[in-house]
T-cell receptor
Framework: SQTIHQWPATLVQPVGSPLSLECTVEGTSNPNLYWYRQAAGRGLQLLFYSVGIGQISSEVPQNLSASRPQDRQFILSSKKLLLSDSGFYLC??????????????FGSGTRLTVV | AQKITQTQPGMFVQEKEAVTLDCTYDTSDQSYGLFWYKQPSSGEMIFLIYQGSYDEQNATEGRYSLNFQKARKSANLVISASQLGDSAMYFCAMRASNAGGTSYGKLTFGQGTILTVHP
């Protein structure tokens, strides 16, 4: 079956510390992968997406970076966290071109608090 | 650029009644997809319903239906027979396309509507 794993579920980090959030997908190959961030009580903002290994596209300039070292692994990183990096981070994948809406699956999310 | 607007920050409905959550969108693309997701307090994103821009009939999925008015660029979600478990944040989203017509599957989300169902 096709599943997505995202960890950790919650994280409290001090300002200036590094960050690494990992997302892995099982049961599929060459998925499109996405990182979204959700500020408290707000909508989801697309941060990065990847259509293949080593291919990363950034949607907004920020303090974060992303990498895709393997086909089904997507990593969100920061060298030095800012208070404004706090939020709920969601990883998602898409099975590929499809007209239906059932092609997207979201991870369970990581709630990051920068203190 | 694509934009999704949800003008209702919060909505209240009585249990067993129907409720409509508004969504308007802006895009210059001829082909696009519209989605509704439910996000309970746990944070997970639950897919509810999808409408393709070329679909002639409004989408339905159980108690959920999408009132698609293409000329008005609106895609309202209708929940019939509300249940207490429907209390959550609801997001409208659109699959975006770039200038070359390739979307890469990127979704643009609205700000969301918090639905509260009263017993």
């Amino acid at each position: 079956s096709q599943t997505i794993h995202q960890w950790p579920a919650t994280l409290v980090q001090p300002v200036g510390s590094p960050l690494s959030l990992e997302c892995t997908v099982e049961g599929t190959s060459n998925p499109n992968l996405y990182w979204y961030r959700q500020a408290a009580g707000r909508g989801l903002q697309l941060l990065f997406y990847s259509v293949g290994i080593g291919q990363i596209s950034s949607e907004v300039p920020q303090n974060l970076s992303a990498s895709r070292p393997q086909d089904r692994q997507f990593i969100l990183s920061s060298k030095k966290l800012l208070l404004s990096d706090s939020g709920f981070y969601l990883c998602a994948w898409r099975r590929g071109p499809t007209r239906t809406g059932h092609g997207y699956t979201f991870g369970s999310g990581t709630r990051l608090t920068v203190v | 650029a694509q934009k999704i607007t949800q003008t209702q920050p919060g909505m209240f409905v009585q249990e067993k009644e129907a409720v409509t959550l508004d969504c308007t969108y802006d895009t210059s693309d001829q082909s696009y997809g519209l989605f509704w997701y439910k996000q309970p307090s746990s944070g997970e994103m639950i897919f509810l319903i999808y409408q393709g821009s070329y679909d002639e009939q409004n989408a339905t999925e159980g108690r959920y239906s999408l009132n698609f008015q293409k000329a008005r660029k609106s895609a309202n979600l209708v929940i019939s027979a509300s249940q207490l478990g429907d209390s959550a944040m609801y997001f409208c989203a659109m699959r975006a396309s770039n200038a070359g017509g390739t979307s890469y599957g990127k979704l643009t989300f609205g700000q969301g509507t918090i639905l509260t169902v009263h017993p």
